[in-house]
T-cell receptor
């Protein structure tokens, strides 16, 4: 399975943008980049995913490097509710049964 | 629409007993996956079912088993419980095709004493 590396932790101030990086230098051409987050005492929650182009949704934006070896999850205005562990995961578009391989993720703290 | 429902939310069992956990996926989702989450090992994949067939399996002993019914609901069973099986067990459902994402339930917190 292609692996991802993320910083262990990051800190942000409330209402400021947050850029969460992810490196995936061994990504294959058919790997989707998925981001999930896990709030305390809850299951992981889908945030966003993309293949090649940058993606936006109501929660966040995903910026994908041109060579696809890295990506950045952007939270435009962090709130206290965004404090969570964020996971960057690769999943093969053509391997329907492939499981997600979760790393330790990035623990985001949001300061009031 | 209703999310992924896991029952029970909390469970306490004694070593050596067995336990069955239940997961009801989102309507229309045919794939159900199970994950174990512990503080030491993080989130680890157990198995995935699609249309009542196990399609993928993680590196867990045979004491961990599962099944999926024709309505896509799934159960997982752990026999001969050990203290180390104490964990949050998460179920996730998806359509099951292409690189689509999962919707996770809130999990079942199992404590083995």
């Amino acid at each position: 399975d292609a692996k991802t590396t993320q910083p262990n932790s990051m800190e942000s101030n409330e209402e400021e943008p947050v850029h969460l990086p992810c490196n995936h230098s061994t990504i294959s051409g058919t790997d989707y980049i998925h981001w999930y987050r896990q709030l305390p005492s809850q299951g992981p929650e889908y945030v966003i995913h993309g293949l090649t182009s940058n993606v936006n949704n109501r929660m966040a934006s995903l910026a994908i490097a041109e060579d696809r070896k890295s990506s950045t999850l952007i939270l435009h205005r962090a709130t206290l509710r965004d404090a969570a562990v964020y996971y960057c995961i690769l999943r093969d578009r053509d391997n329907y049964g492939q499981n997600f391989v979760f790393g330790p993720g990035t623990r985001l703290s949001v300061l009031p | 629409k209703a999310g992924v429902t896991q029952t029970p939310r909390y469970l306490i069992k004694t070593r050596g007993q067995q336990v069955t956990l239940s997961c009801s996926p989102i309507s229309g989702h045919r794939s159900v996956s199970w994950y174990q989450q512990t503080p030491g090992q993080g989130l680890q994949f157990l198995f995935e079912y699609f249309s009542e067939t196990q399609r993928n399996k993680g590196n867990f002993p045979g004491r961990f088993s599962g099944r999926q019914f024709s309505n896509s609901r799934s159960e997982m069973n752990v026999s001969t419980l050990e203290l180390g099986d104490s964990a949050l067990y998460l179920c996730a459902s998806s359509v099951g095709t292409e690189g689509d994402g999962y919707t996770f339930g809130s999990g079942t917190r199992l404590t083995v004493v």
